[in-house]
């Protein structure tokens, strides 16, 4: 089944130059991006995107460090695209993300942990409606399509 996920390079990752890097991994994958843009996050968006995380004690950080320097948000489509993201990101706290995913290879930090992954469909639309209009979303074929799924 062909699913929409919504991916977000962080902060980190930005200033670390590793924008292409990230992209990549999705790329070579077989992931197709459909929706893409550099942004600098309002604290509207990043207390709705985080809204789940409200109360926790590590809330106000993660929202001001999603604020602190721009991040790339996306909209990414593939077979089974929720959970192959997820797996190709990695554990949440990086020293414990398995080494292969861009995590564990790019990261040894819980809070500046390179990437945000949607980790269910649901969740996925909600966090895309958040940051891209339908009009938004880019309709194309790749020409490797039949030959990565
Ligand atoms: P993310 O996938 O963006 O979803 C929520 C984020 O909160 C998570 O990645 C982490 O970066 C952050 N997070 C989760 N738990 C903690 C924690 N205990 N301390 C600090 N940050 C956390």
Redesign the pocket.
């Known amino acids: 089944m062909i699913e929409r996920t919504f991916v977000?390079i962080?902060p980190d990752s930005v200033v670390r130059g590793l924008i292409g890097e990230v992209l990549s991994r999705l790329e070579r994958k077989g992931l197709k991006i459909v929706g893409l843009r550099l942004i600098h996050m309002s604290a509207d968006e990043a207390n709705s995107?985080?809204a789940?995380?409200k109360g926790?004690?590590?809330?106000n950080?993660?929202t001001a460090?999603?604020r602190s320097a721009p991040v790339v948000v996306m909209a990414v489509e593939g077979e089974s695209a929720v959970a192959v993201v997820r797996r190709l990101?990695g554990s949440?706290?990086a020293k414990e993300a398995t080494p292969g995913t861009v995590r564990g290879d790019l990261s040894c930090?819980?809070?500046?942990?390179v990437?945000?992954?949607s980790?269910s469909v649901d969740n996925a639309k909600m966090e895309l409606s958040l940051f891209f209009r339908d009009s938004d979303i880019i309709k194309y074929k790749r020409l490797d399509e039949s030959h990565v799924c």
């Open positions: 977000m962080k995107l985080y789940v995380h926790k004690p590590f809330f950080d993660l460090f999603i990101i949440t706290d930090s819980k809070s500046m942990n990437i945000h992954a980790d």
